[in-house]
Each structure stands twice: as C-alpha cells, then as structure tokens.
C-alpha cells in the first residue's frame, strides 16, 4: 500500500496569505495524484489532479506540482471560503488518500 | 447538472447487512468507472470499491475485501454496495463518486452506523 503523509497536520493563516500544503508518498507515484477540498457537512470537492491540472470550476489561486514522492498544494492568495480540509489522494497503485490538512483562515 | 443521490444508510447491529444505492443523473452512467468512499466520524477518507463501465472489473478495499460487494445496473443509473458482516469500524458516512480516474463528482454522503 502506498502511504500519502500530509504536513502540517494545521495551518493558521490570514486572508491574503499564501498557503503551502505538503503531501509525500512512501513511493513514487510518478504524477498521479490529486488534491480534494472538503468543508464541514459537505463532500470532497476534487481541485486538481494529475499533480498540477485544476479541475472545472476551481480558482486560479489554486496550484498544485511536484512529482515523484513529494506534492504541493499552494493557495496564492488566501480567501475565508478556503477554511477547509484539504487531503491528497494517489491512483498510481490502488487508491489512497493522505491523513488530511486543516487550513484555518483567522 | 451532475447528481449522484445515495440512500440506504442507517442503524444495524454488527454482524447484520445493509445495502446502500447510488442514482446518477446528469452523465452518461455508462461510460464511466464508478466506486464508493467511506469516511469514519472526524476521520480521513477511505476508498472502498470500485467497478469498470459494465462491470466485468470491480475491485475493493483490504478492510472490507470478502464482506461488501459493489455493483451496478446501467439500465437505472444505479450504483449499489452490499456490505455483509458489518463491524463497529464500519461506521462511516459512504460516499459514491464517479470515478474518472479520480473521484471528480461525489454524492452527499449516506451515514451507516453499526452498534449493539
């Protein structure tokens, strides 16, 4: 199984901010991965995939890259609607998601 | 517009059955691979199942291999999942999605609970 570790566990920033989230794979998983937004009550909402495409619909202020074993979720400009938990997911072997990170907007 | 509309979930005693179901509208259900991913209260996600366009592959998680079984009827539009011997680690909101190699469209959620 390919374990995804995603850092910081937390995030507090303000509006404005910029936002780096972390996701490492015990493997490669060469560009297969992807990153989901989910809000409290809500479904994941897929934002980019294949390491770096956004998905339909997500803000340009979303950017993901990396490849390999180590990815990055960056949020250029943070937004108080981006209060969210964000998790990794790999499709290289099986399917797997990362632990999850918080982002709190203060 | 895009739906997928679980029902099914509810309150079952370990060791008992529950059958969730999954109507799609809004894309060709056909053409697409389906699967289910679960959610334990406050926890991450966890994929579950998942099948090819007519069912001829379908593949599940190790924690529930041998105990749920997915499947789907593409004259309805439907997905369902068949979970037997369910244990209290069960417990979980479970999600269909479409899966497009990612998970891009998801239902809301059923919760199953499982509890003497």
């Known amino acids: 199984e390919i374990v995804l570790t995603q850092s910081p566990a937390t995030l507090s920033l303000s509006p404005g901010e910029r936002a780096t989230l972390s996701c490492r794979a015990s493997?490669?998983?060469?560009?297969?991965l992807a990153w989901y937004q989910q809000k409290p009550g809500q479904a994941p909402r897929l934002l980019i995939y294949?390491?770096?495409n956004r998905a339909t619909g997500v803000p340009a202020r979303f950017s993901g890259g990396g490849s390999g074993t180590d990815f990055t979720l960056t949020i250029s400009s943070l937004e108080p609607e981006d209060s969210a938990v964000y998790y990794c997911?790999?499709?290289?072997?099986?399917?797997?998601f990362g632990q999850g990170t918080k982002l709190e907007i203060k | 517009e895009v739906q997928l509309v679980e029902s099914g979930g509810g309150s079952v005693q370990p060791g008992g059955s529950l059958r969730l179901s999954c109507s799609i509208s809004?894309?060709?259900?056909?053409?697409?691979?389906m699967g289910w991913v679960r959610q334990a209260p406050g926890k991450g996600l966890e994929w579950v199942a998942n099948?090819?366009?007519?069912?001829?592959?379908?593949y599940h998680g190790d924690s529930v291999k041998g105990r749920f079984t997915i499947s789907r009827d593409n004259a309805k539009n439907s997905l369902d999942l068949q979970m037997n011997s369910l244990r209290a680690e069960d417990t979980a909101v479970y999600y269909c999605?479409?899966?497009?190699?990612?998970?891009?469209?998801w239902g809301q959620g059923a919760l199953v609970t499982v509890s003497s």
């Open positions: 997911q790999q499709r290289s072997y099986w399917k797997t």
């Open positions: 809004g894309f060709t259900f056909s053409s697409y691979w």
């Open positions: 099948m090819n366009q007519d069912g001829s592959k379908k």
């Open positions: 493997q490669s998983v060469s560009s297969y």
């Open positions: 294949d390491a770096s």
């Open positions: 999605a479409r899966d497009n190699d990612y998970f891009d469209h």
